[in-house]
Each structure stands twice: as C-alpha cells, then as structure tokens.
C-alpha cells in the first residue's frame, strides 16, 4: 500500500508537470521559463497550495482563487486517471514501471496540447513505442504490419477528406496504436474513443471537440485495464 502511495504521490507530480510543458510548448515557451505558474486568465503568480494536484483544485472549487475564472476540469481529472492507472499497472519491477510511466505520461501530454489547441507532435508518439516491450503483439510479421498500417491510413485519410473532421494527428495516433497492439485492438479503443468523444459533442453541439483525450481514454481502458 505504501509503495502504491509512492508511486501515484510521484506519478501525479510528473503529471502536473507534463501538462505544463504541453501548456508552455503551445505558447512557444520552455518548460523552465517564466519561472512561476501563473493564472492562464489574470496572470496572478499562482502559490504553491493551488499547484497541488487535485487537491489545489478543490480547495478552490473549481475556480481561481485570485480572479474567480472557472478552471477546466480536464486537469485535476487527468491526475486522477493517472493514479488510478497506477494504482492497476505497476508492480515491483522498476523496468516495468518505467516502461508505464513513460507510456502514461506520453498519453498525458498528447491529450493536453489537443485539448488546449488540438494539436499534437508527432514527435511525441516515440513515447508510446515501448509498450511493446511489455505488450508485444501476437504473431508479430513486419509484413504484415506494414500491410495494416498501409490499409488503415488510406482508409483514415480518406475519411479524413471526406468527412473533414478527422485531424492529422488522430490518425497518426490511430496508426501508432495499430503498431503497437494490431488492427482488431486499435478499431476497440477507437470505437470506446468515439463514443467517449460524443457524449461532451451532443452537449456543445457546435464545437469542435478534440479527439485525442477520447482515444487515449479508450487506450487506457482497452489496453491497459482490459488486456489479458
């Protein structure tokens, strides 16, 4: 139990910091620079009691405490799938922690700068990649990969051009899940990801909502808390 608590106190920390390097990338800044955390709306130097995560949320219910502007609740719920994902996947080994971390934290980050501009780097999904190492496919053929990945981008593009509601990055995340877990695994966390992604659309109906936070969702629940 204690080695969970460990484990979440530190994952939720690393958290909170992704998604302030994908806040601070989106504005052309670096991760170290402005040297403070400030209100996104009245730009108040935030205290170090607001940037705990979760819990800085709820002590100011939702909202800043310097000008009252409604903070998004994508933040504080990020943290606590993040520790509920590492409450389910991690174990005594180090190598395998490491490996998740590096996975979840990955999922973070692309779910943050999609949701703040919906946008993503591709450069990011690297990130992802060793989850082969503890997940690897079945019958893993080079061939035969190469072949899916071929018919599910001619087949996501041109949806995409059809449809004109398909980003590039969703497919190139769509792709990258094929790679990782084949075609019959990556059509389930798109189907849980899509129907995630429209309860909020029928909500605002004329926004467009970004697809990544969705897909990751469907990720989280399809490969790593319903994998056999």
């Known amino acids: 139990m204690f080695f969970t608590f460990i484990n979440c106190a530190i994952l939720t920390t690393l958290a909170s910091f992704v998604t302030l390097c994908g806040q601070r990338q989106l504005n052309g800044q670096l991760p170290w620079s402005p040297k403070y955390s400030v209100c996104d709306f009245c730009h108040h130097?935030?205290?170090?009691?607001?940037?705990?995560?979760?819990?800085?949320?709820?002590?100011?219910?939702?909202r800043?405490?310097?000008?009252?502007?409604?903070?998004?609740?994508?933040?504080?719920?990020?943290?606590?799938?993040?520790?509920?994902?590492?409450?389910?996947?991690f174990t005594s080994s180090w190598y395998h922690n490491l490996i998740?971390?590096?996975?979840?934290?990955?999922?973070?980050?692309?779910?943050?700068?999609?949701?703040?501009?919906?946008?993503?780097?591709?450069?990011?999904?690297?990130?992802?990649?060793?989850?082969?190492?503890?997940?690897?496919?079945?019958?893993?053929s080079i061939g035969k990969v190469v072949v899916e990945l071929v018919i599910m981008g001619f087949f996501f593009f041109g949806l995409q051009h059809i449809?004109?509601?398909l980003g590039t990055g969703d497919i190139e995340f769509i792709l990258m899940t094929d790679l990782i877990g084949g075609w019959e695994l990556t059509a389930q966390i798109v189907l849980i990801g899509c129907l995630l992604t429209l309860i909020p659309a029928l909500i605002k109906r004329n926004s467009k909502l970004p697809l990544i936070p969705g897909l990751v969702l469907g990720f989280i629940l399809r490969l790593l808390f319903c994998s056999n």
Do not use: N
């Open 100 to 140: 998740f971390t590096i996975v979840i934290l990955t999922l973070l980050y692309l779910s943050t700068t999609d949701f703040v501009s919906q946008v993503i780097y591709p450069i990011a999904l690297i990130g992802l990649l060793p989850l082969l190492l503890v997940l690897p496919r079945h019958s893993f």
């Open 163 to 165: 449809t004109k509601g």
């Open 45 to 62: 130097p935030l205290s170090w009691w607001q940037l705990i995560p979760i819990m800085g949320f709820i002590i100011q219910r939702g």
């Open 64 to 89: 800043c405490h310097w000008c009252g502007t409604q903070i998004s609740a994508f933040f504080p719920l990020s943290e606590l799938m993040i520790i509920l994902v590492t409450a389910k996947t």
